[in-house]
């Protein structure tokens, strides 16, 4: 028989039958649409996260307190890094450009009647640049600020709003732990970062963070919650990244293992993407599942299909059909039913993707390459499951198949 007409007699077959067709595709649809709508989301996860870094800044570099295995096994992030430790490697690491130590604190904000419970960060006048941040108002710290020890805040866009809705912040005066700091500037949005708002966070003055907000809390100086830098170039972050830690070691007198940790963006984004791409890969597998149970699904409405069709097929047999003809018959019947459902499940899954992208800050990421695999997993599982049925009816007796008329 030519493949034309077997394609226009299993269409005709699969409309006589729409409710029964439209069931058995279901699995196939929700199959598709789920792993196009994982690995979607999985892929603006990743996106999110590498833009996120990005906007850190070009060229930085992380110093963190405590050895890796140290922050894996303790709640408290250990307290090895120092002031002084920033100061040195601003003088004698000849591949930095600028370097921004900063100390954090959650504390209780109040102004007049309103209060928040915020990030308190002291930094120093390198933070803007070493991290990309910028003030829309008034001015940020500076180092008159930083020797004297001045009480003045930096308030984050967010927390402008909440404590002073529709007035300008300018001038007035915040407590924290019964302290008075005069509000000096506001910072520009900045967005989320990993989880965390950063338009809430407040900035003072470092000294002013380690002598009267949460006083000296290592033996060997000012602790800072950890050390940013920038390096000159692109070129020299590998340069930096090693005469940092060789400098620290020769400060901190290390012979094991160091008490500290150097990141650069590279190095968080490649952990980030170890960790997104492997949730992709599950979440796609899971959904994938959906696809085998579909194609189970073919499989058993094409076996009953095969049961009702006896008389069809015997009196195709009985004229003149082969058994490959018969083959071929069921198996397109069962391949358009796995196209089609994949088809449908495709647009499904590529509409809930962009519904994410437009109600969530998650990037909009669409894989060519997840729905060619989903479309072509759901035609092949269609032509899988489909083969044993075929074969059955292939096989049919057609002296037996016409009994039954």
């Not at 309103?114 to 933070?127: A, Q």
């Not at 293992?257 to 963006?265: K, P």
Request: hydrophobic share 45%.
């Amino acid at each position: 028989m030519h493949i034309v007409e077997s394609l226009k007699m299993a269409v005709s077959t699969l409309t006589a039958n729409k409710t029964r067709s439209t069931l058995t595709m279901l699995g196939i649809v929700i199959g598709n649409a789920s792993v196009i709508a994982m690995v979607g989301i999985g892929q603006g996860a990743q996106k999110l996260a590498q833009d996120q870094f990005e906007s850190l800044g070009p060229n930085v570099l992380f110093i963190v307190p405590g050895s890796e295995e140290a922050r894996r096994t303790t709640f408290d992030v250990p307290k090895t890094l120092v002031l002084e430790d920033a100061e040195a490697i601003a003088k004698q690491v000849p591949t930095i450009k600028e370097v921004a130590p900063q100390i954090n604190s959650n504390q209780l904000i109040t102004y007049r009647d309103r209060n928040t419970n915020d990030l308190v960060v002291g930094v120093t006048p390198e933070f803007l640049t070493v991290r990309s941040f910028a003030v829309t108002q008034g001015r940020f710290i500076t180092d008159i600020d930083l020797k004297r020890n001045n009480r003045i805040i930096i308030l984050g866009a967010e927390i402008a709003d909440k404590l002073f809705p529709q007035q300008n912040p300018l001038g007035k005066q915040v407590r924290i732990k019964n302290i008075s700091f005069e509000v000096v500037g506001v910072m520009e949005e900045k967005g989320t970062f990993l989880g965390t708002n950063q338009d809430t966070n407040v900035y003072i003055p470092l000294t002013t963070m380690a002598n009267q907000i949460i006083g000296n809390t290592s033996p060997y100086g000012t602790m800072v919650s950890f050390i940013a830098v920038t390096a000159r170039t692109e070129s020299d972050i590998r340069a930096a990244k090693f005469q940092i830690k060789n400098l620290l070691r020769l400060r901190h007198k290390i012979v094991g293992e160091d008490d500290f940790n150097v990141r650069t963006q590279k190095d968080i984004l490649d952990i980030v993407g170890t960790v997104t791409n492997g949730l992709t890969v599950l979440l796609a597998a899971i959904a994938g599942i959906s696809l085998i149970v579909g194609g189970i699904g073919v499989m058993n409405i094409m076996l009953v299909s095969v049961t009702e069709r006896t008389q069809e097929i015997g009196l195709r047999k009985a004229v003149g059909a082969k058994e490959t003809d018969i083959l071929v018959q069921f198996l397109i019947e069962a391949t358009i039913l796995a196209a089609v459902g994949g088809m449908i499940g495709t647009g499904i899954g590529i509409g809930t993707v962009l519904g994410i992208g437009l109600v969530s800050p998650l990037p909009t990421a669409v894989s060519p390459v997840a729905i060619l695999v989903a479309v072509g997993v759901s035609g092949g599982i269609g032509l899988f499951f489909g083969v044993f049925p075929a074969k059955r009816a292939a096989k049919l007796d057609p002296i037996v198949a016409l009994r039954s008329i």
